[in-house]
């Protein structure tokens, strides 16, 4: 079985520390290999060379979570300009209360 990657958002980073997670976040800004997301609060990641996160689209991002609260990319995906970021907000709130269904914590 791959590695479990558990849905975050920007107030759950300390929690996971050292582990590989998935987060959608809107791209704000992309300077070199560092991109700034907003996903209920500021993420700061360390770009792979593959990612092509597009400033103002919806990118849903593997990646693991350093000490610092930034988080370095494994992969990304492009999740286009019209994701409702209030829905995906909801996902992580039922996918941590119901944490056992969807990853071991």
Do not use: W
Not at 14 to 39: C, E, M, P, Y
Not at 63 to 81: C, I, Q
Not at 86 to 94: A, D, K, P, Q, R
């Amino acid at each position: 079985m791959s590695e479990q990657t558990p849905r975050i958002n920007a107030p759950l980073l300390d929690q996971f520390v050292g582990r590989t997670i998935r987060l959608v976040g809107k791209v704000t800004a992309v300077h070199g290999n560092k991109a700034t997301l907003d996903s209920n609060g500021q993420v700061i990641a360390h770009l792979d060379r593959d990612s092509t996160l597009r400033i103002g689209s919806a990118a849903e991002l593997v990646a693991k979570v350093n000490p610092d609260r930034s988080v370095r990319v494994l992969t990304s995906t492009d999740f286009g300009d019209n994701l409702d970021m209030g829905v995906y907000g909801e996902l992580v709130n039922i996918c941590q209360q119901y944490k056992e269904v969807f990853y071991d914590s």
